[in-house]
């Protein structure tokens, strides 16, 4: 797939939900210091919630692949397919607020 790169990162949800199905996030950016920014954020975000080894990284690039989903200005984040961040970099805090609630509405 031109323009995505894959990073397997994976432990349980904090709820427990799902515990059979990873949760896909998706990380739009080109490699830019604010994207790279959002992806530390988002591994420490991860890790600090214990769900770092349930969740599938995946790296957009390509930027028709962004705009298609609606991120034109990147960086931008998806969780479960939904875009949650478009054209900033949040801190862990508010990243961590995104992944419960992903989670939440992934295990009902």
Do not use: H, T
């Not at 920014?37 to 770092?52: Q, V």
């Not at 200005?73 to 969780?79: E, I, K, N, Q, Y």
Request: charged share 30%; net charge negative; proline share 4%.
């Amino acid at each position: 797939m031109g323009g995505e790169s894959q990073n397997s990162v994976r432990r349980s949800y904090a709820s427990g939900a799902r515990e059979d199905e990873p949760m896909i996030v998706e990380l739009f950016g080109s490699g830019c210091e604010e994207c790279q920014a959002l992806e530390d954020a988002l591994c420490r975000a991860l890790d600090e919630l214990g769900m770092s080894d349930d969740a599938v990284l995946y790296r957009i690039k390509d930027p028709a692949s962004m705009v298609g989903r609606g991120v034109w200005r990147a960086p931008g984040l998806a969780l479960d397919g939904k875009v949650v961040v478009r054209g900033r970099a949040p801190a862990a805090a508010e990243l961590k607020e995104l992944l419960v609630a992903a989670a939440e509405r992934a295990g009902g």
